[in-house]
């Protein structure tokens, strides 16, 4: 029985999967923690670590893994660069994990992976196959990203950036940003901002979760819930003008956000919009926090 091997590296988890290939059905999945903050060698040793338990519990050890991890890999010289993950930028991640695990490696943006899955297999599954058109996967949580995947396909571009939408400039002047700039998308609209822009209002510190609940009946909350949706508006508008997608599907933590999917916020792109109208659908993703390693996994189903 042929397998499919998927790897989510994620900030503060390691997910691993195994699809049987014929049917995607779930053979396994096992999380372990990343233990960021005890560097990239760690991180590293905690990959095998899961793949070496996954081998023990299906009696198999693959010749091919896919993995999806914050960042991208810079063409000319193969590092890794613009990851939350900061322990990972400049490392030579791809070369590093195959030496570790002894396999084939296929590397790929969490965003993307995140994108190849509910395209194929979640909320844009039923649009022919997912196999035809172009979808935006956007996550938005502690960070922002985005994937692009046109006819079943991940776009990569020049220099393996498509989709990076987190890192365009939404607020002139706006709080730095990890990754050297100041009034990203990330900075505004990332779970993290939101509560920090909360507490600075409010003076209390509360989950976004919280806050959301709250919109109602606490005027900070309401506040910050439509800083989020005119911002998100104003912010993918840009998007939809150059790329047009055919759905867009919102992943992550901060996606989970009702007001995200209310006609309020179809208003608020459709304001930045250059047609002034909006037709394509706006949906919450199907798979979860799993598309991410169902993706990584797919990324091996023609090897």
């Not at 506040?223 to 599907?249: C, H, M, Q, S, W």
Request: aromatic share 6%; with cysteine; hydrophobic share 40%.
């Amino acid at each position: 029985m042929k397998q499919l091997w998927g790897i989510d590296l994620g900030g503060t988890k390691i997910e691993g999967i195994v699809l049987e290939a014929s049917t995607l059905r779930t053979v396994i999945r096992k999380r372990i923690p990343t233990g960021a903050e005890n560097g990239y060698r760690h991180i590293l040793s905690q990959v095998g670590h899961l793949v070496e338990i996954m081998s023990e519990e299906t009696g198999t050890y693959p010749a091919c893994i896919g993995i999806g991890t914050p960042g991208s890999l810079e063409p000319r010289s193969g590092r890794l660069k613009n990851s939350n993950t900061v322990c990972l930028n400049g490392k030579m991640l791809l070369q590093d994990l195959g030496e570790v695990l002894g396999m084939n490696v296929k590397l790929e943006n969490d965003a993307n992976c995140f994108a190849l899955a509910e395209l194929l297999l979640g909320a844009a599954a039923g649009r022919n196959g997912g196999r035809e058109g172009m979808m935006f996967g956007i996550i938005l949580g502690t960070g922002v990203g985005g994937g692009i995947v046109c006819n079943g396909r991940v776009v990569h571009g020049a220099h393996g950036i498509a989709g990076e939408w987190g890192h365009n400039e939404l607020l002139p002047g706006g709080s730095p940003c990890y990754c050297g700039r100041s009034g990203c998308v990330e900075t505004v609209l990332s779970g993290p901002a939101l509560e920090a822009w909360y507490a600075e209002l409010s003076g209390t510190v509360r989950s976004l979760r919280e806050i959301a609940s709250l919109a109602d009946s606490d005027w900070a909350a309401s506040r910050t819930i439509d800083r989020l949706v005119e911002y998100f508006g104003k912010a993918v508008a840009g998007v939809i003008n150059i790329l047009d997608p055919d759905i867009i599907v919102i992943g992550g933590g901060v996606g989970n956000i009702d007001a995200l999917y209310t006609d309020r916020a179809r208003a608020a792109m459709e304001r930045h919009l250059f047609t002034g109208f909006l037709e394509i659908p706006v949906v919450r993703p199907q798979l979860g926090d799993s598309a991410g390693v169902f993706g990584a996994a797919l990324l091996t189903e023609k090897t």
